[in-house]
């Protein structure tokens, strides 16, 4: 039986909704950020192939401890990555077009959506 390795990321208060996502490693980087006016390391970019898709997410701890090909689930909020940073951070493109196939309105007021992915690929 495969081992399935779980990130926690940080979910601001305010989220409602956890999301697990499992997938196999694809590439795995550290990343900075300055804390304080200091740089320091701030956690890992892992790309995961899931359900033959590609996702990015930020885990803690140093990116040596992640194996390419190995399975492993981070669970946290689903946020997009604004455009500017595409062109200002070491990202692995992983754009894609998606349709919304269904929308849902939750007791809450907020809304569940289920994406597909579109036949065409995300301009650069």
Known sequence: ?????????????EASSEYVMTGAVISAADFR??????????GTDVVLSVGGELVQAQVPGPASTLIVGARVAVAG?????????????????TRRRWLIADVRTLGDGEYFLLLD????????
């Not at 039986?1 to 208060?13: A, L, N, Q």
């Not at 300055?34 to 390391?41: E, I, K, N, Q, V």
């Not at 689903?78 to 940073?85: A, F, Q, R, S, Y």
């Open 1 to 13: 039986m495969d081992s399935v390795r779980r990130f926690e990321t940080s979910v601001p208060p």
């Open 33 to 42: 950020v300055a804390r304080r006016s200091r740089p320091g390391h701030g």
């Open 77 to 93: 909020e689903v946020t997009l990555i604004p455009d500017h940073e595409w062109g200002s951070f070491p990202l692995v493109d």
């Open 117 to 124: 992915p579109a036949a065409e690929p995300a301009e650069s």
